[in-house]
């Protein structure tokens, strides 16, 4: 049995097939429960961009996970290696799966912005469970590729508004990716992400969407 555990924010935890994964892995965020220092037996961390509430944390938890692997466009895991990162940097770019540790890692667009390289969600499949992770996001008419071809059983997605899809267009996502499991993020870190999970949550029933909406508090897991 699995789990998906958020820190706030974007930041996630994953045990999936026996694998820690962490993803966007900013835990100095005012909500996060724990600290980098806290993180230990990282096998695999997936970073979605490269704004720094997303690439967060990742170089001090590196620092205690050195065996770690980090995938994310090509630029970025150039980027992280010039800083002086730990472990193994595995870049791709937007297309098929990444194979790493037996995990497949599809990075699949985001539309957003990122200081180095492209922006990007992330499919994580396993033979337990597979994940979407949309990064930091608008609406985007591509998110019905990610639901047709992958499937994902659950799906996090930001609804804070401002820099990302707020309740309305993450419930229009959700319609999209038909996840059985959505996940809100994203939202609540700063007062001007003013989307709130209730909304969303209202907007997923008004659509008569059969989705699970799972509202997790920080620390808090849902187990698959």
Request: aromatic residues 8%.
């Amino acid at each position: 049995m699995g789990y998906v555990r958020w820190y706030g924010h974007a930041a996630f935890e994953l045990s999936l097939d026996t694998k820690k994964i962490l993803i966007d892995p900013w835990v100095s965020n005012p909500l996060s429960p724990v600290k980098a220092k806290d993180i230990e037996s990282v096998d695999l961390i997936v970073i979605t961009h490269a704004h720094e509430d997303h690439v967060g944390d990742v170089l001090e938890i590196l620092e205690r996970n050195p065996s770690a692997k980090v995938v994310s466009v090509f630029e970025i895991a150039n980027y992280l290696s010039s800083k002086g990162a730990k472990g193994e940097m595995v870049g791709g770019n937007i297309g098929g799966p990444i194979i790493v540790s037996n995990i497949k890692v599809v990075l699949v667009p985001a539309t957003h912005s990122s200081p180095v390289g492209v922006p990007t969600g992330a499919v994580i499949i396993g033979k337990e469970v597979t994940v979407y992770h949309a990064g930091d996001t608008g609406l985007a008419a591509e998110m019905s590729f990610v639901g047709e071809l992958y499937k994902p059983k659950i799906a996090l997605l930001p609804i804070g508004g401002h820099f990302t899809m707020g309740p309305v267009e993450a419930a229009k996502a959700v319609e999209l990716i038909k996840p059985e499991v959505v996940i809100p993020m994203h939202y609540g870190t700063f007062p001007v992400l003013w989307g709130k999970p209730e909304d969303f949550k209202k907007h997923i029933e008004d659509r008569k969407l059969s989705t699970n909406v799972v509202i997790l508090k920080p620390g808090d897991e849902y187990r698959f």
